[in-house]
């Protein structure tokens, strides 16, 4: 069974998706096609980076996922195919595999990337404007399909990089920065739960902005209505929530905010 997951900002009003999806049943008739996401914030490089790697994992080794987030569609940036660890990849070269590459290189993982501009397992005509169907969608189609990575282009060791935050080790404890907000207005950080490790966690103290939190909670249930909460995500991250509501607009966050740990004694 060949799977093909579509990560894209592309919305599902206008049918660009059913398109993808045409081109790609026209090529790998079997193919089952999960979409991750096409609600993805326009352009949004950074979000639909985060986004993807949240998702990727859960599904089966050889997995094809085309992501498509390109502001720069039409321009001389270069189509890619990847191998990251036992996944696939199919994606604009704009940072927007980041994520799961330096996931890919902090585990040891292969790492295999190619321009993917062999135009053989490219659709005959291809407009400036909509390479995900012209472009990415067969390229993944034929990946699924079975022909192998090298065929469709040359091995490159370059691709486009964010440059993503990390969180910053303090006298006092951390400095994290916000990464993700979710559908739930829920901030998502940098830090990883293995940071808060051997820390009083009922006395570790979070600020953002004016806003402090003081100690953890292990799920949003645990606090009233209303109430601001830090806790350990699904992904074994810090987030600052709001129960019951939506941090990102009580607070004024946005993506890039630190947020400071202190551990006190």
């Known amino acids: 069974m060949s799977i093909i997951t579509l990560t894209t900002d592309f919305g599902l009003e206008d049918g660009f998706i059913g398109s993808m999806k045409g081109v790609i049943w026209g090529i790998c008739p079997e193919a089952k096609i999960a979409d991750i996401s096409h609600a993805v914030s326009p352009q949004n490089v950074l979000e639909g980076a985060y986004i993807l790697r949240r998702a990727y994992s859960y599904f089966p080794a050889g997995t094809v996922h085309v992501a498509v987030v390109d502001p ?3 321009t001389a940036r270069r189509p890619l195919a990847a191998r990251l660890g036992q996944h696939l990849f199919i994606a604009p070269d ?5 994520p799961i590459l330096e996931q890919a ?3 040891g993982w292969p790492v295999k990337f190619f321009h993917a501009n062999n135009q053989d397992y490219w659709l005959p005509g291809i407009s400036h404007t909509f ?3 012209d472009i990415f969608a067969p390229l993944g189609a034929h990946l699924a ?6 065929d469709l282009g040359a091995a490159i060791h370059d691709p486009v990089r964010l440059d993503l935050p990390k969180p910053e080790k303090t006298p006092s404890g951390w400095r994290a920065h916000v990464t993700f907000i979710d559908h739930f207005g829920n901030l998502a950080t940098d830090l990883p739960a293995a940071a808060l490790t051997g820390a009083n966690n009922d006395e570790t103290v979070f600020l ?4 402090t939190v003081h100690g953890l909670v292990t799920s949003y249930g645990y606090k009233k209505t209303g109430e601001l909460v830090a806790m350990i995500n699904s992904e074994n991250y810090l987030e600052i929530a709001i129960v019951n509501g939506s941090a990102a607009q009580v607070l004024g966050a946005k993506v890039g905010d630190i947020v400071e740990v202190i551990f006190e004694s």
């Not at 399909?145 to 090298?150: R, T």
């Open 131 to 133: 390479h995900g169907r």
């Open 208 to 211: 953002l902005g004016k806003y």
């Open 105 to 107: 290189e902090q585990n």
């Open 145 to 150: 399909g079975g022909v192998p990575l090298s």
């Open 72 to 74: 720069g569609v039409g």
């Open 94 to 98: 704009n940072g927007l595999l980041t």
